[in-house]
């Protein structure tokens, strides 16, 4: 596999194996709420940059694995969620960190390993440390996996790719939170 430095991300991503992982998914009925719709037209007009970075994965932008929309932020929907790729993590600090303390963080996404209740297991994506593609698009990558992939996934050689994006909202119906 190709070896593909990203930020402090040394990994090995299998751009092939990503594609054909992906082709292997039958098409799944996509959410229909606002903010994945949006989203979706969003995947259409990203900048060059960020079409040929998720080209250079494997990635296509239209599927993600998840995606959810935050807020409104100066006039653009904020977007969270992740993307899986074909692949080996080697090194880079993880973009998910221990937090220090949840109680009083606050517009941080959270997530808990092994489903424990514990408050020393939460952890929150590291925005400001996620690497611009171009402006308001920002990712990063993990060690963990959030999500069971679908089948047509190689086993033990996936990684995350998390997304931290601003998009402007297209949809002639207003945005609700």
């Given at each position: ?27 799944q ?16 007009v990203?900048?060059?940059a960020v ?22 932020e ?5 977007y ?12 880079g600090?993880?973009?998910w960190q221990p937090?220090?303390?949840p ?12 489903l424990r ?7 929150h ?24 992939p ?17 998009l ?10």
């Amino acid at each position: 596999m190709p070896l593909f430095q990203f930020g402090s991300w040394a990994l090995e991503i299998n751009p092939e194996g990503t594609r054909a992982a992906y082709a292997a998914i039958a098409a799944q009925e996509r959410c229909n709420c606002s903010g994945c719709r949006n989203y979706d037209l969003q995947t259409k007009v990203f900048p060059e940059a960020v079409r040929l970075f998720f080209e250079s994965l494997g990635v296509d932008p239209c599927r993600p694995t998840e995606i959810y929309d935050l807020c409104m932020e100066d006039g653009l929907v904020r977007y969270g969620g992740f993307y899986h790729l074909a692949g080996c993590y080697l090194s880079g600090e993880d973009c998910w960190q221990p937090a220090p303390n949840p109680l009083r963080r606050r517009g941080l996404f959270f997530r808990q390993r092994k489903l424990r209740r514990r408050m020393e297991d939460l952890e929150h994506l590291h925005q400001e440390a996620l690497p611009s593609l171009a402006e308001h698009f920002s990712v990063g990558f993990t060690r963990g996996i959030s999500m069971q992939p679908a089948a047509g996934w190689p086993e033990d050689e996936i990684v995350q790719m998390e997304i931290d994006f601003r998009l402007p909202w297209l949809l002639e119906e207003p945005y609700e939170q």
